[in-house]
């Protein structure tokens, strides 16, 4: 199976703040990575898909990057209503695999 | 609008088996791969099973594989999770996520329902 790590773990920012979060497969699944973000107590919703392809509806300051085993997803202007835990799926082979998380808070 | 309702979830003990739904609106779900996530109390998300939209093809997490068994009636829009063998590391809210085009690999998981919880406690 796929594994996925996440950095980092937890990290603090501002409104205003770039952000980026890395994630790093075990092997190598081109660009088939997706991007969630949960907030406490609410469902995830997907950000991003196939590394870079922004989910509609979703606001352009969100993007991602990356393939083959290293991407990132950045912020471009951190919001208020942007903290939250930012989950990673490979989606290139069966089983799929969830990166840890990682938590933006203030 | 794709609307997605999961129920079954509630306490089991250890050893007990358990079976979730989900029912699905707003779309042609035979056309649709489903999926099964789950997160453990204050924990991460958790892949655990997915099915193609004619049920020909099926995956498992190695965790829940030969104890958990995905299922779909398609007449009826409904996606199922059979659960034996429970384990009180099953418990979590357990999710079904939708994979527009057929193809979960192409458009993974997008969109969930609310979520069903599951206790596994003596």
């Known amino acids: 199976d796929i594994q996925m790590t996440q950095s980092p773990s937890a990290m603090s920012a501002s409104v205003g703040d770039r952000v980026t979060i890395t994630c790093r497969a075990s092997?190598?699944?081109?660009?088939?990575l997706a991007w969630f973000q949960q907030k406490p107590g609410k469902v995830p919703k997907r950000l991003i898909y196939?590394?870079?392809s922004l989910q509609s509806g979703v606001p352009s300051r969100f993007s991602g990057s990356g393939s083959g085993t290293e991407f990132t997803l950045t912020i471009s202007s951190l919001q208020p209503e942007d903290f939250a835990t930012y989950y990673c799926?490979?989606?290139?082979?069966?089983?799929?695999?969830f990166g840890p998380g990682t938590t933006v808070d203030i | 609008e794709v609307q997605l309702l999961e129920s079954g979830g509630g306490l089991v003990q250890p050893g007990g088996s358990l079976r979730l739904s989900c029912a699905a609106s707003?779309?042609?779900?035979?056309?649709?791969?489903m999926t099964w996530v789950r997160q453990a109390p204050g924990k991460g998300l958790d892949w655990v099973s997915a099915m193609s939209g004619s049920g020909g093809s099926i995956y498992y997490a190695d965790s829940v594989k030969g104890r958990f068994t995905i299922s779909r009636d398609n007449s009826k829009n409904t996606l199922f999770l059979q659960m034996n063998s429970l384990r009180a590391e099953d418990t979590a809210i357990y999710y079904c996520a939708s994979c527009s085009g057929g193809n979960c690999r192409a458009h993974p998981l997008d969109d969930w329902g609310q979520g069903t919880l599951v206790t596994v406690s003596s």
């Open positions: 196939a590394a870079s």
């Open positions: 092997q190598g699944i081109s660009n088939y």
């Open positions: 707003g779309f042609t779900f035979s056309s649709y791969s």
């Open positions: 799926l490979q989606h290139n082979s069966y089983p799929f695999t």
